[in-house]
């Protein structure tokens, strides 16, 4: 009886996230990235969401990087309609190795828009902090396998909780070639709020990368 009423306090709901990632290195230091992001929502039952994200990623030196990106996409409305949605982020990875262990930390900084012309909201500019930690190990040349924990903090306006929403992955990609690879993960995504129950999406991904 106690499980049944504490599954209770989630809207829950299962997702599919099919990314496609396309790398091209412009210098030494300079690659440049093209995500394609299609997500399934409402168990994996409606399109929920595509993105289009480029992206530029600046080595400054050994283990450290930056990064920079712009994301616009459409994102299904309750009525079924789709809304866009407009994200600029900057920040900065370090990324500690030893053996065939590695250790990262991303720190980004993210700006939204959510209807930009069709809502008298959408001018409303809302910030993050989005911190996540990655634990990776090399099983062999092709195989990788990882834990990482993301969580988000708003700063835009006070009435927001101090960390609204934490992402928990276990995952592993696998070189399929010299330019391409594939990634398989499951994560567990917590959103909470003052106004409404907590939300818990329990997200299968595929990622297939490829290197030009």
Known sequence: MGLHLQAQEFDNDARLWLYVKL????SNKLKAQLILQNRLDNNVSEYGQFNLNPELNYKLFKGFRLTGGYVVGKIRNLDASYATRHQAYAGFSYKWK?????LTYR???????????SSDKGGVLRWYERNKLTLSYQLNRRLEAYLAQEFNSPFYRFSEMPINR??????????????????GYF?????SSFKSR??????Y????????
Not at 198 to 203: E, N, S
């Open 23 to 26: 790398n091209k290195s412009l």
């Open 98 to 102: 030893w053996k065939q262990l590695a």
């Open 107 to 117: 720190n980004l900084v993210q700006v939204q828009a959510k209807s930009v012309w």
């Open 166 to 183: 934490f992402r928990s992955f276990v995952g592993a990609s696998y070189k399929l070639s010299t330019k391409s690879e594939i990634e």
């Open 187 to 191: 994560m567990l995504q917590t959103k």
């Open 198 to 203: 907590p939300d818990r999406d329990f997200v």
């Open 205 to 212: 991904g595929i990622t297939y990368a490829y290197n030009f």
